[in-house]
């Protein structure tokens, strides 16, 4: 079947995000686009993931209960990160520089007002 | 007499008798004693002689009558025996002369002739004692001799016992001369004695007097014109000054001018000296400077100290008119009388002083109490209210043992806290009596109050934020679900606009949210170029509710106005003041709200058309809590916090117009390019 083919092809999306809203709404839109989703919705269940699916692209809220989401990326090793797109209301300095130096380029800023703009970005990163 | 002298000489043979019965005893008793013969004849004195010394008499004999008183000038015999026919003389003569010169040698006659005539003459004459005839018998002249000793020494003892008599009686007479003087001498001492123990009656009462007058009086120049009187009463006296320290350390004199006791404050302390100086002339000199008139012969009395407590020293002078060197005596008993109401005069001086100190002290305390602005009261041990103040008669006026207890006491709507304290401790039974003190604790409860709210509003300010943040997450989640519906294909296009409703309220939602999260975070951070513009129009927003009842003027420059400041203390500042302006107009009104540069100075200016700002908040407007708004209407620390604000940032915030059509705040903060 071309679906095993188009599954090599399939990038898979990492959404760690605590607020559930936020996640269906981004797993159903990713969903669409073609891509395979993962969900979490704490620090540690993010951690568990990454770790077993290995995905391309993660959406990691900054403040989630169990570990921040710089906490869960100090635990990733760094062949195995992926992009990584740190969505947050309010990331400090500090925490900027730390998510820079483990190679995090890019930060989406949230609440997001259009989701298919958001969309866009991450097609338009990754895509 | 001369009969009975006869008699006598003719009842003589019985005495004869009687010595020959007895004549030795009788010679014994006439052994040695002298005779005295005068005869012319020197045969009848030579037989004599025999005779008489034969019987043991002393003899002398004198033939011549004329020699006789010369001889007895140098002798005294006990008998004279004298003839009767002597050619010098006859024995009458002879022995009538010594009859009166010498009565107590007794006279015999011898005579040849006896004859009546003869015997009277002699017995009336000479007053003779026996007569011997020539020639006499032995015997019988023996015996008249005999008899004439004894009678002489009769005589002599008699006149002997006489004149023991007349010296006893001289004795006698001297003794009651004496006694009469003695009596008179004791009557005089006595009288005088009384005299002068009636003086000295009088003297110890009126030093009785004295002290107990003393005792009743109650100021000290009423003391010092009793003694003034006294002692003029008895010396004179010009005037009298008594200078003396008060409790104030204050020297005095006082002393009467033109009958009026005056009392005037110098500047000369006297020291403690000791003694009761005259006429010092310091002090002389002193005191005439101070009463302009000259003062002579002054008595400087240094009044005795008995507490030292009250150790300062007073002086009584007493100015007299006596003259100096003739009356000492005058003055050493005006010396006197001073020295005996020293002491006296002294405590009672002494006792008004300490008395006058004891009613200041007093009375500064009574006052003291009374002008403490708490309501104060001494309570004994059964809650019963022994003393007050003035405020506790205004504000509390009744104390019982449960407000004690409770320690809180609401009254006439202020709030008192009641303390107890004991004082007067004794021993066995703890304290006998209680302070209690009500502290008004009214405004500060009050205060408390406010500040509680304050710290309130900070907490409510931290969980608006934090909210802010919990919040942002489901709106962004609601939204973005709302977008997938809207652009989803399977969804009914009738749902769309509502969906995109959705979208729009939590966009709205989440500006609001926005602004509450900007304001709430107030973070101490540094000074960045702002525009006051932009501080305007980020904090409207979040006053929309406070302006819902008033209209706004919003009057902005077109070109920015940047200051150097923190937008979001400034955006404080700002609703502070536009806050403040909706509260103080209680009707409908306009706040105007304008930005504009001047001289280099970027100004924003907050104005109301309410009723301005009152006179009693005035004076503290920028102090924390001087707020008009009741409770949980604001925290009263809006002003301070904005005056603290602007000041950072180099600015001052004044009240620029204050009227009953509205008041004006105005804030100015150095422009920056």
Request: overall charge neutral; hydrophobic content about 40%.
């Amino acid at each position: 079947m071309s679906a095993s083919s188009t599954k090599l092809n399939i990038k898979k999306v990492l959404i760690a995000d605590d607020e559930e809203l936020i996640r269906k709404s981004l797993a159903r839109l990713l969903a669409k686009q073609g891509f395979e989703v993962f969900e979490a919705e704490d620090g540690a269940i993010a951690s568990q993931v990454w770790l077993d699916k290995r995905p391309d692209i993660i959406l990691l809220d900054y403040l989630m209960p169990k570990m921040t989401g710089l906490e869960v990326l100090s635990q990733i090793p760094e062949n195995i990160r992926g992009v990584v797109i740190v969505i947050s209301a309010f990331v400090g300095e500090k925490e900027r520089d730390a998510f820079l130096s483990k190679g995090v380029r890019d930060f989406y800023k949230k609440p997001f007002d259009d989701i298919f703009k958001f969309m866009e970005f991450i097609k338009n990163q990754y895509g | 007499m001369p009969k009975r002298q006869s008699r006598s000489f003719l009842d003589s043979p019985r005495i004869v008798s009687d010595f020959e019965t007895t004549p030795y005893k009788r010679l014994r008793s006439v052994f040695l004693k002298n005779v005295l013969w005068v005869d012319d004849d020197p045969l009848v004195l030579s037989s004599a002689k025999r005779l008489l010394r034969m019987h043991g008499f002393n003899i002398h004999t004198i033939d011549n009558p004329l020699l006789v008183e010369d001889w007895l000038a140098q002798n005294t015999p006990d008998v004279i025996v004298s003839d009767q026919r002597m050619p010098q003389m006859t024995g009458t003569t002879l022995l009538s002369n010594i009859k009166n010169k010498f009565p107590q040698i007794t006279r015999i006659m011898v005579t040849g002739f006896m004859d009546q005539q003869l015997v009277q003459q002699s017995i009336n004459e000479a007053d003779v004692f026996r007569f011997i005839t020539k020639p006499w018998v032995e015997t019988e002249l023996l015996a008249d001799i005999v008899q004439g000793i004894e009678h002489s020494e009769k005589l002599k003892s008699k006149e002997v016992l006489s004149s023991q008599i007349r010296e006893q009686n001289k004795i006698l007479q001297k003794f009651t001369e004496n006694l009469e003087e003695i009596i008179f001498e004791r009557t005089f001492e006595l009288a005088s004695a009384q005299k002068e123990q009636a003086h000295k009656n009088i003297k110890i009462k009126n030093l009785v007097k004295f002290i107990q007058d003393l005792n009743v009086m109650k100021e000290t120049q009423e003391i010092i014109h009793y003694f003034y009187n006294d002692f003029k009463k008895e010396f004179g006296i010009i005037n009298c000054f008594f200078a003396y320290t008060d409790f104030n350390l204050d020297s005095k004199i006082l002393f009467q001018l033109k009958n009026k006791w005056v009392e005037s404050k110098v500047e000369k302390f006297w020291s403690a000296k000791k003694e009761i100086r005259t006429f010092d002339k310091e002090d002389q000199q002193y005191l005439s400077n101070e009463i302009k008139m000259p003062i002579t012969q002054l008595l400087s009395v240094p009044l005795m100290r008995f507490r030292e407590d009250l150790a300062v020293p007073h002086t009584l002078f007493i100015e007299c008119d006596f003259k100096q060197n003739v009356e000492s005596e005058k003055i050493s008993a005006a010396l006197d009388f001073i020295t005996s109401r020293l002491q006296i005069l002294s405590l009672g001086i002494e006792r008004i002083l300490s008395n006058h100190r004891v009613e200041f002290e007093s009375e500064r305390w009574e006052k003291t109490f009374d002008s403490i602005s708490d309501p104060l009261c001494v309570l004994d041990k059964n809650y019963q209210v022994l003393r007050k103040n003035s405020v506790y008669n205004k504000q509390i006026r009744e104390v019982s043992r449960e407000m004690v207890e409770k320690k809180v006491l609401h009254k006439n709507s202020r709030i008192y806290q009641v303390y107890l304290y004991g004082i007067e401790e004794t021993s066995a039974h703890g304290f006998e009596n209680y302070l209690c003190y009500f502290r008004d604790v009214t405004e500060e409860r009050m205060l408390y109050q406010k500040l509680l709210q304050g710290e309130k509003m900070v907490a409510v300010g931290l969980l608006a934020g934090n909210i802010a943040h919990e919040l942002n997450n489901p709106l962004t989640g609601i939204r973005s679900m709302a977008q997938l519906l809207t652009h989803s294909t399977t969804t009914k296009k009738a749902y769309i606009s509502d969906l995109m409703e959705i979208d729009r309220a939590c966009q709205r939602c989440q500006s609001i949210i926005q602004s509450l999260i900007d304001f709430s975070d107030i973070k101490e951070g540094s000074l960045m170029r702002i525009s006051l513009q932009d501080v305007v129009h980020k904090t409207l927003p979040l006053l929309k509710t406070a302006l819902r009842f008033h209209s706004t003027k919003i009057l902005l420059p077109e070109k920015d106005v940047f200051i150097l400041g923190e937008m979001k203390l400034l955006q404080q500042v700002l609703f502070n003041l536009v806050h403040n302006a909706c509260q103080a107009m209680s009707e409908a009104g306009v706040v105007t709200i304008q930005v504009k540069a001047s001289k280099k100075k970027a100004v924003l200016e907050v104005s109301d058309t309410g009723p301005g700002v009152s006179d009693e908040i005035l004076s503290r407007l920028f102090e924390p809590f001087a707020s008009t708004k009741k409770e949980g209407e604001g925290t009263g620390l809006g002003l301070s916090f904005s005056k603290n604000v602007v000041e950072k940032m180099n600015g001052q915030i004044t009240l620029l117009k204050n009227s009953s059509d509205g008041a004006s705040f105005q804030i100015q903060i150095p422009e920056t390019k």
